[in-house]
C-alpha cells in the first residue's frame, strides 16, 4: 500500500500536525505541538536576536491595527493613558526608592564626617529619626 509522504511546510512556524517533524504531546485535556528543527545551519552568535526583531517587524502592522481598534472604543482612550500613567509610575518606583535611600545615607554620612562630636556628645534628635525612618516605610510600602 501506498502511502504519501506527509506534506512539510517551507514557512516557519507553519505546519501539519500529521508532519514527522511535528512532536504531539497530550497534557491533561490540552494536545501540545511543538516543530522539531531539523536544519542544520551553524548557530551564528547574536542570530536569534536578529530573528526576534524581524518578527517583531513583521508583526507591527497587526499591532498597529489592534491599537487602533481598540482606541476607537468609546472612553478607551482616558483608560489606557490611566493604565500607561499608573504603569510607568510603578517601574519607576523601585528607582526613586533606591535615589531616596542613597541620599539619606548620604546625608547621615556626610554629617557624621563633617559633625562627628555632634554625634558623639549629644543624643541624635528624636523627630529626624522618626520622619527619615516614616520616610522608608512609605516607600516601602509602595514599592
Request: proline letters at 8%; aromatic letters at 16%.
Amino acid at each position: 500500500m501506498y502511502l504519501p509522504r506527509p506534506r512539510r511546510s517551507k514557512r516557519p512556524g507553519k505546519f501539519d500536525p500529521k508532519d514527522n517533524h511535528v512532536k504531539h504531546t497530550r497534557i491533561g485535556v490540552w494536545d501540545l505541538y511543538e516543530e522539531i528543527r531539523t536544519d542544520v545551519t551553524p548557530i551564528i552568535p547574536g542570530s536569534s536576536g536578529l530573528e526576534t526583531y524581524a518578527q517583531i517587524v513583521q508583526c507591527m502592522p497587526y499591532v498597529v491595527r489592534m491599537l487602533k481598534d481598540v482606541l476607537s472604543i468609546k472612553r478607551c482612550r482616558t483608560l489606557f493613558a490611566a493604565f500607561f500613567v499608573v504603569e510607568v509610575s510603578s517601574s519607576l518606583l523601585p528607582a526613586v526608592s533606591l535615589w531616596y535611600a542613597h541620599r539619606v545615607v548620604f546625608i547621615f554620612l556626610y554629617l557624621y564626617n563633617f559633625f562627628p562630636q555632634v554625634f558623639r556628645t549629644t543624643p541624635p534628635h528624636r523627630n529626624l529619626f522618626f520622619s527619615f525612618h516614616l520616610h522608608f516605610v512609605l516607600i516601602s510600602l509602595l514599592g
